[in-house]
């Protein structure tokens, strides 16, 4: 079963039990400052769990464009190097805003992947809330109830807080949680004595997370109990493809085929013959797949906020690139085939082909000239460092890789990790904190204010503005 199917079949499912198909918010969330990017179904929900903004529905079903990367969930160093984490990914889910709770969110979970999907119930396990005392919160029994109807006492595991209390940040709904495991057996695992379902590695892969959502948190970390108890749910599209799929990873899907196909005839070498290099055919994959996704929603790249994130992602990607013998510009290349490969669901990527493989090309071509310097300048000073015997990569090297060559922390990570060495982060953290401190001091006023007085101003007289960014890289609007 391909992707697309998968991903119809879901929401075709909740649709037969009531819910309204929504549409993917964008990345960029909407009105909620407190977001860096979405980074779950529920986002764009927020409110309505809430209880401060009422839809003609009360049951919803979505597949999330996501992006973990920075934030509160973040996966940018996962990627590579797990099987199953991207920074973009897509989330399948099913909300219900004070309708049903816990028992109907279960069965649909449960009736949806063995029998629609045909998963094997002797591989599934579910894990609940153990409870915590600090929140005043019991053993989740009431999940375990329902869960005892389909699996058996052993397949039902208590966590602790730190993974079965799901929030989307500091603030906001939360709630307990019960996850949805699959064993995908010996050979995925670790091969430790002690790999049990909530072990770091790929062998109890998590599929799906069932929120209870039942709080909001405040700033002062007190929990409000939500007006009506609701539900959120998350499974990734691309996690359940590859058990669907019978194959190891993710990457090994139909979704991400056509970029390893272009990755492959760029570099002349082939996904899946080398174990180091298929972490670079991984993370260039999902770079570019979240690169384009990024600009796509209007993101561009920059030094702070979402534009250094996309700026991360395209110099990572670049790097690996060099692993690969792609010294010349090539993620604008292999971008085209995630919107084409990506085009029945997402037209909006095709149509803005020309302007999203502009930006990239634009940020390769600047970057390229001073990766080889830096890269250079590391190599010599981590191996000058191992001669000495030191395993750590100070922070002032980073630091000065990044201001000077724009060398973003993962790229040294990277490197490192290859070498076998550490990384001074707090090293790094620190020296950044101090330039932050400096450029505070002189920091005179950034004169937007007096912008958007003018913008406001000329807005009086009735004049607009349009956004021809996706055909200019340079100009930002044009004054009508
Ligand atoms: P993990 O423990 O594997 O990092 P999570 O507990 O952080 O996952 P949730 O916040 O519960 O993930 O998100 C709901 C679902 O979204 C997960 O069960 C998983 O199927 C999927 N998911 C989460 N993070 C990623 C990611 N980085 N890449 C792909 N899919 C993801
Ligand atoms: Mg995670
Ligand atoms: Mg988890
Ligand atoms: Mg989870």
């Known amino acids: 079963m391909k992707a697309r199917e998968i991903r119809k079949k879901f929401l075709e499912y909740f649709q037969e039990h009531g819910h309204a198909i929504v549409k993917s918010s964008s990345l960029i969330p909407h009105d909620d400052p407190t977001l860096l990017f979405t980074n779950a179904g529920m986002n764009q929900f927020k409110r309505c769990f809430l209880g401060e903004e009422k839809r003609p529905y009360t049951r919803a079903t979505t597949s999330q464009k996501c992006m973990r990367a920075g934030g ?25 805003f004070g309708d049903y709770f816990k028992e109907e969110a279960i069965q649909f979970a449960w009736e949806f992947l063995t029998e629609h999907m045909g998963l094997p119930q002797d591989k599934l396990y579910a894990t609940i809330h153990e409870g915590d005392a600090a929140m005043n919160l019991g053993p989740d029994q009431e999940a375990e109830g329902f869960w005892k109807r389909f699996l058996p006492e052993g397949r039902i595991l208590k966590f ?15 709630g307990p949680c019960s996850e949805i495991l699959i064993d995908q057996g010996e050979a995925m695992g670790c091969g430790r004595p002690d790999c049990r379902p909530g072990c770091d590695c790929d062998r109890y892969l998590e599929l799906w997370n069932l929120v209870f959502m039942q709080f909001n948190r405040t700033e002062d970390g007190v929990l409000h109990p ?7 749910t998350g499974m990734g599209l691309e996690r359940i493809a590859a058990v669907i799929q019978k194959v190891p990873s993710n990457y090994d899907t139909d979704l991400f085929a056509p970029m390893m196909e272009a990755i492959g005839a760029l570099s002349g070498l082939r996904y899946g013959t080398d174990p180091e290099k298929d972490a670079s055919f991984r993370v260039i994959a999902d ?47 292999v971008v085209v085939a995630v919107m084409e490969s990506m085009a029945d669901t997402y037209p909006e990527l095709l149509e803005n082909k020309s302007y999203i493989t502009k930006v990239i090309l634009h940020e390769e071509e600047r970057f390229s000239e001073t990766l080889d310097h830096g890269l250079r300048l590391l190599q010599n000073e981590m191996n000058r ?32 990790r290859k070498m076998g060495m550490q990384v001074d982060e707090a090293g790094f953290e620190d020296r950044m904190e101090k330039q932050r401190e400096q450029s505070r001091k002189h920091w005179k006023g950034s004169g937007e204010r007096e912008i958007s007085k003018a913008y406001r101003s000329l807005a009086s007289q009735g004049v607009r503005t349009e956004f021809v960014g996706y055909e200019q890289l340079e100009a930002q609007a044009r004054v009508l």
């Open 72 to 96: 509160k969930h973040n996966d940018l160093e996962n990627v590579g190097y797990t099987a199953r984490h991207h920074t973009f990914f897509e989330m399948l889910g099913n909300f219900s």
């Open 160 to 174: 602790p807080t730190k993974d079965n209390f799901w929030a989307m940040g500091d603030t906001g709904p939360c």
């Open 226 to 232: 939500l007006p009506k108890p609701s539900i959120d």
């Open 287 to 333: 770079h570019g797949r979240a690169a384009a996704f990024l600009i796509g929603d209007g993101v561009l790249p920059s030094n702070e906020g979402r534009g250094y994130v996309l700026r991360r992602v395209i110099r990572r990607a670049l790097r690996h690139g060099r692993f690969l013998g792609l010294d010349r510009p090539f993620l604008h290349q």
């Open 385 to 416: 460092l191992r001669d000495e015997g030191s395993h750590t990569v100070p922070g002032e090297l980073i630091f000065k890789l990044y201001d000077t060559y724009g060398f973003p922390i993962d790229i040294v990570t990277d490197m490192a």
